[in-house]
């Protein structure tokens, strides 16, 4: 049977569709970059870079643009589709995306840096820059990173514990007011009833993840899949006995770490000792 074609001729890929929908769009009305921008109230420049593919902007971008068009939740829907799409990560990472995506739970540990769920834009910035990612590259990846969150939210949202050493906590972004965006939604993100945040203090001592950060996934087929990384790589790791050599060695990790309430004070106390700004 020969390869079905696609009906319209236009992208099947969510994050290009979408830049193709919105140029499409524009055209049809008759609106320039700069008359789009004094109508919606954003800077112009902001629609170039959707409709080139180098931002997705924010959903209150696209439910604007939907109001404008006519096209009630059309580009919503694009956009959230876009978010989603594990294409716009880099290949090594696709298949672990794919299976993050449609995990019935998560366990992690980190050891220096937060996990991708749990970071703010700003965080996800520093941490993708100073990797090496630069330009357009950094802001697809960052939006990217940041879209992740939402699997942690709404009424179906996994179960995730994460056991964060106290080296995460003590190793703050250059930018005082950043980093304290950082540990406020942690702070926040700690209190949802699907989220487990424990603390593992230096004082614990030697264990067996010391230089090893790991995700679980537990996945709908009853498998459990380890991802490992470190500042050079990352590894998905299927096997089913070194799955269970990982989950022997955090459940140690885990049985060091303060408890969740214990945690949740430890990163009120980082909070607490953020510089403030000076007032002018």
């Not at 001729?9 to 140029?23: D, H, T, V, W």
């Not at 699907?194 to 679980?216: E, I, K, R, Y």
Request: hydrophobic fraction near 35%.
């Amino acid at each position: 049977m020969p390869p079905r074609r696609a009906v319209t001729g236009r992208s099947q890929e969510p994050r290009r569709r979408y830049a193709e929908e919105l140029r499409l769009l524009r055209q049809q009305k008759g609106d320039s970059l700069r008359q789009l921008g004094d109508v919606l109230g954003w800077d112009w420049s902001l629609f170039g870079k959707m409709e080139k593919g180098e931002t997705l902007g924010g959903p209150e971008v696209a439910q604007a643009l939907d109001q404008h068009y006519g096209t009630p939740g059309l580009l919503l829907t694009l956009w959230e589709l876009a978010v989603a799409d594990p294409t716009q990560f880099k290949e090594r990472y696709r298949r672990y995306m794919t299976l993050e995506a449609e995990a019935l739970s998560l366990w992690h540990y980190a050891v220096s840096v937060l996990p991708g769920l749990l970071q703010t834009e700003g965080y996800a910035h520093d941490v993708l820059m100073v990797g090496g990612t630069k330009g357009d590259e950094l802001t697809r990846q960052v939006e990217a990173r940041v879209g992740r969150r939402k699997l942690l939210t709404g009424d179906d949202a996994p179960p995730f514990r994460t056991i964060l050493s106290e080296a995460v906590l003590r190793t703050p972004l250059d930018d005082a007011e950043e980093w304290r965006k950082q540990l406020e939604h942690l702070a926040e993100a700690a209190e949802s009833p699907n989220l487990t945040l424990q603390v593992l203090p230096h004082d614990a001592g030697p264990h067996g993840l010391v230089s090893t950060a790991v995700m679980f996934l537990r996945l709908p087929d009853g498998r459990t899949v380890a991802y490992t990384e470190n500042a050079h790589r990352g590894e998905l790791i299927e096997e089913t006995s070194s799955v269970e050599r990982l989950q022997r060695a955090y459940d140690a990790v885990r049985d060091l770490a303060l408890s969740p309430a214990e945690s949740r004070k430890f990163v009120m106390r980082m909070l607490e000792e953020v510089p403030c700004e000076p007032s002018t």
